[in-house]
Antibody, heavy 115, light 111 residues
Framework: QVQLQQSGAELMKPGASVKISCKAT????????IEWVKQRPGHGLEWIGE????????NYNEKFKGKATFTADTSSNTAYMQLSSLTSEDSAVYYC????????WGQGTLVTVSA | DVVMTQTPLSLPVSLGDQASISCRSS???????????LHWYLQKPGQSPKLLIY???NRFSGVPDRFSGSGSGTDFTLKISRVEAEDLGVYFC????????FGSGTKLEIK
């Protein structure tokens, strides 16, 4: 069965960068898009963008261009999202998601940005 | 971006009642290929969202048949025929016809 295992919670300083990982099992990792979603209380769910691991093709929500960068390592079936120049607005839970219609979700990674 | 508006924001129900949640989009969700990419999710406290319904009315694997989806164009509805305790949480609609967007959520809670 499809499973997505994300890295643990991060506490970061403003201005720093953070890299979140998402290890996929149970399907052919290289062939399917991995989506990234942000969730903040009071702001709902936002689609950040997606990566196709086999080719490295990416699509970004305009709002997150320059903020998020996606990479993927097909040898370890792991996708990554780096968030740069962190501010308090980046404090959120971040999910990796796979499957048509966002069928399979990771458990989420809490990123807290605080001085 | 396509704005997804859910109503109500909060829905108090008694166990065994029927519940209905509305989702309206700011643009038609009919894709050029004829499909309508409107989906529903349930997020329980402390958990990730889980897919319930895809493409308006198709139940995802393992979803009980008390959940049903309907609608077309810009107006969609999720119905739960007999609410059980395990159904409580926040329901989101989303669309993938255009750049992915989500509704703000409807909290289903005990009356």
């Amino acid at each position: 069965q499809v499973q997505l295992q994300q890295s643990g919670a991060e506490l970061m300083k403003p201005g720093a960068s953070v890299k979140i990982s998402c290890k996929a099992t149970g399907y052919t990792f290289s062939s399917y898009w991995i989506e990234w979603v942000k969730q903040r209380p009071g702001h709902g769910l936002e689609w950040i963008g997606e990566i196709l691991p086999g080719s490295g093709s990416t699509n970004y929500n305009e709002k997150f261009k320059g903020k998020a960068t996606f990479t993927a390592d097909t040898s370890s079936n792991t996708a990554y999202m780096q968030l740069s120049s962190l501010t308090s607005e980046d404090s959120a839970v971040y999910y990796c998601v796979e499957g048509n219609w966002f069928a399979y979700w990771g458990q989420g990674t809490l990123v807290t940005v605080s001085a | 971006d396509v704005v997804m508006t859910q109503t109500p924001l909060s829905l108090p129900v008694s166990l065994g009642d029927q519940a209905s949640i509305s989702c309206r989009s700011s643009q038609s969700l009919v894709h050029s290929n004829g499909n309508t990419y409107l989906h529903w999710y349930l997020q329980k406290p402390g958990q990730s969202p889980k897919l319930l319904i895809y493409k308006v009315s198709n139940r995802f694997s393992g979803v009980p048949d008390r959940f049903s989806g309907s609608g077309s164009g810009t107006d969609f509805t999720l119905k739960i025929s007999r609410v059980e305790a395990e159904d409580l949480g926040v329901y989101f609609c989303s669309q993938s016809t255009h750049v992915f967007t989500f509704g703000s959520g409807t909290k289903l809670e005990i009356k």
